[in-house]
């Protein structure tokens, strides 16, 4: 069964204190993994689709990279508005995303 | 470029009832998906709709169903209600259904509270 799990279930961090999500998958036929960014009351918004071990992609403060069995979302300094709840989901065929459960960050000023 | 535009975006029912949820993807996409996510479960792939065919399930009872319109706009369908239907109901679109699978366009949700 396709699974994916992300850690820490919350975070919270200081303005700057730079950290990491992680996301493990076990997947057969993985067509991509991919980090989506949810505030309260909206739905997820697409950030990052990686798909080889190795891949990096960066926008702004956050750099998503990519192994054989786990993703990292690095923050790098971030900001207050960089609080949301952060999603990892797997591609497995044409239309269907497995979910991690998120991690909900919160960095205080 | 307006969004997806997901109806009602809250809504209370009873435990029995039906309920009705519509999505107007962005113009130009022609893929539906919808999800539900609830505190516990998270996000769960509900079904996909391309020109009008369903295309994939998740795993979910018969009471779950929808449909897609010529225009891509789609609707999807609970009925007899039961508590643990009580959910943010998430439509999301994209151009192409051979794209990827992850690039979508969320739209903000349908809550849904069953009393």
């Known amino acids: 069964e396709d699974q994916v799990t992300q850690s820490p279930e919350a975070l919270r961090l200081q303005e700057g204190e730079s950290s990491s999500l992680n996301c493990s998958y076990t997947?057969?036929?993985?067509?991509?993994l991919f980090w989506y960014r949810q505030d309260p009351g909206k739905g997820p918004e697409f950030l990052f689709t990686l798909y080889s071990a190795g891949e990096e992609k960066e926008k702004e403060r956050l750099k998503a990279t990519l192994t054989k069995k786990e993703s990292f979302l690095h923050i790098t300094a971030p900001k207050p508005e960089d609080s949301a709840t952060y999603l990892c989901?797997?591609?497995?065929?044409?239309?269907?995303?497995?979910f991690g459960k998120g991690t909900m960050l919160l960095v205080s000023p | 470029k307006a969004g997806v535009t997901q109806t009602p975006r809250y809504l209370i029912k009873t435990r029995g009832q039906q309920v009705t949820l519509s999505c107007s993807p962005i113009?130009?996409?022609?893929?539906v998906s919808w999800y539900q996510q609830t505190p516990g479960q998270g996000l769960q792939f509900l079904f996909e709709?391309?020109?009008?065919?369903?295309?994939n399930k998740g795993n979910f009872p018969g009471r779950f169903s929808g449909r897609q319109f010529s225009n891509s706009r789609s609707e999807m369908n609970v009925s007899t209600l039961e508590l643990g239907d009580s959910a943010l109901y998430l439509c999301?679109?994209?151009?192409?259904?051979?794209?990827?699978?992850?690039?979508?366009?969320f739209g903000e949700g349908s809550r849904l509270t069953v009393l």
């Open positions: 709709y391309f020109s009008e065919t369903q295309r």
């Open positions: 999301a679109s994209r151009k192409l259904r051979g794209e990827s699978p992850g690039e979508l366009f």
């Open positions: 113009s130009g996409h022609r893929s």
């Open positions: 997947v057969s036929g993985l067509r991509g």
């Open positions: 989901a797997v591609g497995v065929g044409y239309s269907t995303l497995t």
